[in-house]
């Protein structure tokens, strides 16, 4: 050991240097040098020791008396680490300092990962950041010295500790908030949904069975805005869905014809309405199928096409439909151009806000939430997709939805037709009269009126339907009736609809034991749906019941 001007000098080879073969000169820019560094080091360690790799033996290079006392100023480093991990780690952290200091394994790891550290609480000060730094390497590059510290670091750590579990605390208060929003509009979802259902449950009958003009059409303007009020629920609920990443993408193949001709036939009455032009170009050579979820898509487009009908007062709304690229690289490109009032530059940037609406003044009677755009956008985005868009104010704007759809087939789309064939037409009429007089369904709700709605809704079927008002009347039913259905509603006082299908299932002498039984629920926040078929439910309804829809279930199933 050399000592110079009171400073420590380690002999073995490393970082410091010996003095006793350079000049004087040097060896006085040396020892300022050294004296810098270890004061440095001093400031910064607890403790500092040199390790040989090779020859298993440490130096100290600074230290407090307490450690000088338990290691000694020099030594065998194996014996020297050991101590560490058992003499200042607390016992909880012992194992862990065990391996991390164990010499046998340390050049190998430093080998792979220079430095090393490791973090754990000391006997005396709290918590220690141990350390590891490779200050020379032999003539293979393989580690053969390397300087040991110690650094208290517990004031540091408890910050570190507080901001992880003030992050935590944040991430389950906003993980709570979102439940609770969850649940608020599941539960809002059913409240405003029930009520609606007999609402426009009932006006359909009228629709159906009234003969007579002014009743006529006072049923159709309830029909009418019950669909608009319903129609800002589920974009509340769409939003809601994607917001708390409920949304499922499900790719799979479709037919570009029927994405197509579905887009138009929903929107070409509101664009007659206010007698606009609906014009469809589509590329011949599109591919016939492809890849991609078809439901989401075709709200897309729909959500694209309403919008431009909603912003335009006369002329015409373009829906061009081609592509670019093609096999797995194929990507789906729909055009929506307007002749509206097209949107200012200065509001192009909140185009796709949440809620956002704006030029109000010019825009005060257009319908809808602002939530449209937001939801489309995001919708594409989800699919790894998106929407751009391009406009000029007061003479239109053209949406742009870009979507990778891959395709495997060589087959063209061809030139495509927009009125019904007289196929179609014998096939709807067929749909239109479906009958199963043999057949017997149960239906289960709280509220009678929904009984009577349903029971309607399915008359002219001629299947019998019985009726229960409760999830305990349901289960006398089912214990003296085979049932070929039931439909089960899901919030009901007493025994509920998941526990009345459980109850069912396991009946003593039961007889619907296999029966399908169809979740039939004004429940329709993001997700139900799979945990309704995750419990046991055969398929799901919500609420309003939509006629088409209900005879599709009973098509189905019967």
């Not at 945990?531 to 919500?542: A, C, N, P």
Request: net charge negative.
């Amino acid at each position: 050991m050399l000592f110079r001007q009171g400073i420590l000098l380690p002999h073995s080879e490393g970082i410091y240097m010996s003095t006793s073969d350079v000049s004087k000169n040097t060896a006085n820019e040396e020892l300022e040098r050294q004296y810098a560094i270890t004061r440095s080091l001093c400031d910064i360690y607890n403790s500092a020791h040199e390790v040989n790799l090779l020859e298993n033996h440490f130096t100290e290079i600074t230290s407090n008396e307490f450690i000088v006392k338990a290691m000694g100023h020099e030594g065998p480093a194996d014996k020297a680490l050991d101590m560490v991990a058992h003499l200042f780690a607390a016992p909880e952290y012992v194992k862990e300092m065990e391996e991390f200091t164990d010499f046998t394994t340390l050049r190998d790891r430093l080998t792979k990962s220079n430095p090393l550290y490791h973090e754990f609480i000391g006997n005396y000060h709290g918590w220690t950041r141990a350390g590891f730094v490779v200050t020379k390497c032999d003539e293979n590059g393989i580690p053969s010295h390397a300087i040991f510290t110690t650094q208290t670091i517990d004031a540091a750590k408890k910050k570190e500790l507080q901001l992880i579990k003030d992050l935590k605390d944040a991430v389950d208060a906003a993980n709570r908030a979102t439940k609770a929003k969850s649940d608020f509009l599941s539960h809002m979802s059913h409240e405003i949904r029930t009520p609606i259902n007999a609402v426009l449950g009932m006006n359909e009958l009228i629709l159906r069975e009234s003969k007579e003009a002014n009743i006529l059409e006072y049923a159709a303007t309830i029909s009418e805005n019950g669909k608009a009020l319903l129609s800002i629920i589920n974009s509340v609920l769409d939003f809601s869905k994607i917001e708390a990443g409920h949304i499922d993408i499900l790719p799979e193949s479709y037919e570009l014809s029927s994405l197509i001709n579905d887009s138009y036939h929903l929107v070409c009455a509101k664009a007659q309405a206010k007698k606009l032009d609906l014009n469809v170009k589509c590329d011949e050579s599109l591919p016939a199928s492809a890849i991609g979820d078809m439901p989401h898509i075709r709200q897309i487009i729909t959500n694209l096409l309403t919008n431009a009908i909603k912003y335009t007062q006369q002329g015409h709304i373009d829906f061009i439909v081609h592509g670019e690229g093609a096999g797995k690289n194929f990507k789906l490109i729909v055009d929506v151009k307007d002749t509206g009032m097209g949107i200012r530059p200065e509001d192009m940037d909140k185009l796709f806000g949440q809620f956002e609406r704006f030029d109000l003044e010019t825009n005060q009677n257009v319908e809808g939430t602002g939530l449209g755009l937001a939801i489309a956008k995001q919708l594409a985005q989800l699919m790894g997709g998106d929407i751009t868009v391009e406009s000029q104010y007061e003479k239109g704007s053209t949406f742009t939805l870009t979507l990778p759809q891959p395709t495997y087939t060589d087959a063209k789309i061809g030139k495509l037709s927009f009125t019904h064939s007289e196929e179609q037409l014998i096939a709807e009429q067929k749909k239109e009269h479906f009958k199963a007089p043999g057949a017997k369904v149960l239906v289960v709700d709280d509220v009678s009126i929904n009984l009577t709605v349903f029971a309607k809704l399915i008359s002219k079927s001629e299947v019998k339907c019985d009726r229960a008002l409760s999830g305990e009347e349901a289960l006398l039913h089912t214990l003296s009736e085979k049932y070929d259905l039931i439909f089960m509603d899901h919030m009901m006082p007493g025994m509920n609809g998941v526990e009345a299908m459980g109850a069912i299932r396991e009946q003593e002498n039961g007889m619907n034991k296999t029966t399908p039984v169809i979740m039939l629920t004004a429940n329709a926040i993001g997700g139900m749906r799979e945990q309704y078929l995750k419990v046991g439910f055969t398929d799901y309804l919500s609420k309003p019941i939509q006629p088409d829809k209900l005879e599709e279930m009973l098509r189905k199933y019967l």
